[in-house]
């Protein structure tokens, strides 16, 4: 057998970790998400303005919940700030994730010429090797953030990276998240629910894996008015559809936990509302009248 190994590197007096500890900040995501993320200073609340930054965020939801609209906005909002984005695609190859980022952009009032230098992509939708081999995808990326020097990450979805073998899902996102750590991005994770896994829950393909190794999760719902119950609650006609958005938690600062209702526009892009709370009270009210 092996002789143990003493990591000495892995060994720091906390205060030699000042130096290397990231300010609590936000990245805008241009929706009211950015109110939502908040931190405490001398007793009183500040919000970050964003999603933390260097933070690994999953993105839950089922089929159609907005998922994709969601880190494709932020991403053209972002780029048109000025940061660059790395953008892994496991599902929608190349081509069609440009022609849904041009269209998002225009209907976001974006110039898309403006904006395409500083968006790189990497496509392992298509390249079977690129979602099999962990190794290599690993490389591939850390080459991509280096070299193009980007600051965020979106990887649309770390599901397709173990479609057909979910028992590996805690190590590959392990691995992924350590790199986006150490190369300090600002990161958002799409996960897909599988049919058996209630909705409302940070669950996704793999279990908790995700959940349990990043610094954050966002739950995606879609719900489908089917009772009268419903109807009456939401103040809404059965077949109609309620989305909303909650953050379920997040271990890098503070957060609204309430679910916020979500709008997706004709044009496909995301609008958070308001809280769902007050969304039922105001549809109360008005049943009253
Ligand atoms: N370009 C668009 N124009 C209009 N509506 C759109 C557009 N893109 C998406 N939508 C609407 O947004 C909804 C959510 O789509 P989105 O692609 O974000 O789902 P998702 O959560 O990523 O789903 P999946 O798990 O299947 O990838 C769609 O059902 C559709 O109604
Ligand atoms: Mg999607």
Known sequence: MEEPKIHKEAVKELSELSDITPAIEGVSTGTRLDE?????EKGKKKSLGGVPKGG???????PESGKSVLVEQVAIHQASLGSKILFITTESPAAFLYTALKGKAE???????????????????????LREDLPS????L???IKSRKTTICIVDSITGLYEHREIMARSIVRRIYNLLKREMQTALLVSQKRSSQAMETPEAAGGLAVAHIVDGTIVLEKRIITTKFEENLYGMSVGEILRTLRIDGCRLCGHDPRPWVVRITDEGLIEIIEPLVDFIKRERKRGEK
Request: glycine fraction near 8%; charged fraction near 25%; aromatic fraction near 10%.
């Open 137 to 140: 995808l690993l490389a591939t």
């Open 56 to 62: 690994v965020l999953n993105i839950v939801g089922v």
């Open 142 to 144: 850390k080459y991509a």
């Open 107 to 129: 209907a976001m009032g974006i110039d898309f010429s403006k904006i395409e230098g500083k968006m790189v992509v990497v496509d392992a939708s298509m390249e079977e090797r």
């Open 36 to 40: 939502l993320f908040f931190k405490v």
